[in-house]
């Protein structure tokens, strides 16, 4: 009997190990394809010869290479020029900003780091995005790949386990799509609109936007306003970052505008063309709105986005709604238009994730506050765009605490933007997000430069719009200090929490904040109190408000223990 169950056991352990052999192998076998699938391969280059030319430093933090340079504004802005054909003008962008592709890559990873401590889940996410991005390139029009490898020769050599270096920056262009779409409860939340005809002063298209997205301080400290003279399509300027060849927010020579606002998107099967590019191609090849709209329905995207797109020759400005199965154009059918991020035309806007997006998000929040201010005064101009872009207001001027998402002006934002697409010009914010000068670039004059002889301001300073008198308030200094303490809270340090509720005591995120530091230090009731106040001021979503009603729920449990 003894023998009879030994050799049972010994059948068992044989197909148990059996199993767990076949699985290491399906295992490692998919590990394997994995990182086969996830190597993208750069574009065939014949002539290379580019590589071989060095910038020249002309001043401080000024560089020219032939016709194209890169300066340092006295506004805190980097500016850029770059010409010619696709792998060349990413070579020679690549070569100017070297130090700022490199420190935008550290920032970028540092953050990545905070965001997710754990070694275990980034190495998963890697392997993930890899997977997800597989047949990126095949979705990339061949003049972007070729001049995002140009650029990546530029590229840090730090971090080859997470790719090559040209891997890593087509992955960082689909960075915003996997984000919003893996995150979909917890958007970018941008805000942008338009004024024509009757509702604008002067009768000219005026376009305003904030790109409120955040990955940390350090990476929204080098923004450069690129302006770009490419060998095929039309010249055009964007505010972008170091590496980042997509466009977010940009004007071109034809009065063509272009700003993208993230909708809700389900989670995408697989790679397609970056919402960025998308946007880049549009600004590249369009100078009207038909030709704006049949771009864009040539991409498959995999993500829902918003363009809102300005048009000179039209005088106006639609928003082009696409998802990854549909699109539509909306129109408002007045002399103005809004957009945050949810969809607005008839064939997208009954959409169940819309009608989610705008009960759950901040989004129809702060389209009605936009709506509310632009009733107040119907003819725009510039200084009112900006006076709206900074407004960190609610709902019928109700003070919401700073930093709110449901504002217009969160106080997170990347750059902040606005166009006069007639006159071909840009204001483009200064550091701290909104609340710095809008510097002036008026386009026609930048395009009739040849090279850049001495490091001289570019900008038009008659047209500079000053900068917000709010930072010079006792609430701007408040607000410091309320983050200085967040961080603190957050990176897990002592911290007095009577005066964070001090600097700002309107917004709900500071009960919030208040009463996690609490629950931490075993203060459940005291941090009960605190969540409970969190619950009477304006909160920002439905995920927000259900976080802290959950919180409350553990408090009262630990508290009958």
């Known amino acids: 009997m003894a023998q009879k169950k030994r050799s049972i056991w010994r059948r068992l352990t044989r197909i148990v190990l059996y199993t767990l052999g076949v699985l290491l192998l399906l295992i490692t076998g998919f590990c394997i394809y994995v990182v086969s699938v996830s190597h993208i391969n750069p574009p065939k280059i014949a002539d290379q010869s580019a590589l071989q030319l060095k910038r020249v430093q002309i001043d401080t933090n000024c560089y020219t290479l032939g016709n194209n340079w890169f300066r340092k504004s006295k506004s805190g802005l980097y500016e850029l ?41 980034r ?22 790949k070729e001049e995002i490898y140009g650029i990546s020769f530029s590229a840090s050599d730090d971090y080859g386990y997470i790719g090559t270096r040209y891997e890593r920056l087509m992955n960082y262009h689909a960075a915003h799509d996997i984000g919003h779409a893996l995150q979909s409860m917890a958007l970018v939340g941008c805000t942008s609109f338009a004024t024509w005809n009757g509702r604008s002063a ?69 790679a397609a063309t970056p919402v960025s590019l998308v946007a880049r191609e549009i600004l590249q090849y369009a100078k009207n709105i038909d030709e704006a709209w049949a771009i864009a329905g040539k991409r498959k995207m995999f993500v829902s986005e918003s363009f ?21 154009m909306y129109s408002s059918g007045e002399n103005f238009i809004t957009c945050a991020n949810h969809f607005q035309s008839k064939g997208l806007s009954h959409l169940s994730s819309n009608e989610d997006q705008k009960k759950e998000s901040a989004s129809e929040y702060r389209f009605e506050r936009l709506t509310e201010l632009l009733s107040n005064d119907p003819s725009n ?43 071909r010009l840009v204001w483009v914010s200064t550091s701290p997000w909104q609340l710095g000068q809008y510097v002036a670039y008026d386009l026609n004059k930048i395009f009739s430069m040849h090279g850049l002889q ?10 500079n719009i000053p900068a917000d008198t709010f930072l010079q308030s006792r609430a701007y200094h408040n607000f ?10 957050m990176d897990g340090e002592p911290a007095d929490v009577q005066m964070l509720v001090a600097s700002n005591p309107e917004f709900f995120h500071t009960y919030v904040l208040a009463g996690d530091y609490e629950f931490k230090q075993g203060n459940y009731d005291l941090a009960k109190k605190f969540y409970e106040k969190a619950l009477t001021k304006v909160i920002a979503t439905k995920q927000e408000e259900d976080k802290i009603r959950s919180q409350i729920k553990k408090c009262e449990k630990k508290l009958k223990h």
């Open 81 to 121: 020029y770059v010409e010619g054909a696709p792998f060349e003008r990413g070579v020679i962008y690549g070569k100017l900003t070297d130090e700022l592709v490199k420190r935008q890559e550290d920032n970028f990873t540092a953050q990545i780091k905070k965001m997710v401590p754990s070694n275990v889940y």
């Open 123 to 144: 190495n998963f996410l890697r392997y993930f995005i890899g997977f997800f991005n597989r047949n990126l390139a095949d979705n990339v029009q061949e003049e972007f």
């Open 202 to 270: 002067d009768s000219s298209l005026i376009i305003g936007r904030n790109f409120d997205f955040y990955v940390g301080d350090k990476f929204a400290e080098d923004k450069i306003v690129a302006f770009y003279h490419p060998a095929a399509g039309y010249r055009f300027m964007m505010v972008t970052w170091a590496g980042f060849t997509g466009v977010v927010s940009g004007m071109n020579e034809q009065g063509l505008t272009v700003t993208i606002n993230a909708d809700k998107s389900s989670i995408p099967s697989g």
């Open 308 to 328: 809102l797109i300005g048009s000179a020759a039209d005088n106006r400005a639609v928003v082009i709604e696409k998802t990854p199965d549909s699109m539509e």
């Open 381 to 423: 101009t510039v200084q009112k765009t900006i006076d709206i872009l900074r407004d960190r207001k609610g709902l019928h001027n109700a003070d919401i605490g700073m930093g709110n998402e449901k504002a217009l002006n969160q106080l997170i934002a990347h750059h902040s933007v606005v166009f006069e697409p007639r006159k």
């Open 454 to 463: 001495q490091n001289t301001e570019v900008w038009d300073s008659v047209l």
């Open 480 to 489: 410091e200090i309320f983050r200085e303490i967040k961080q603190k809270i």
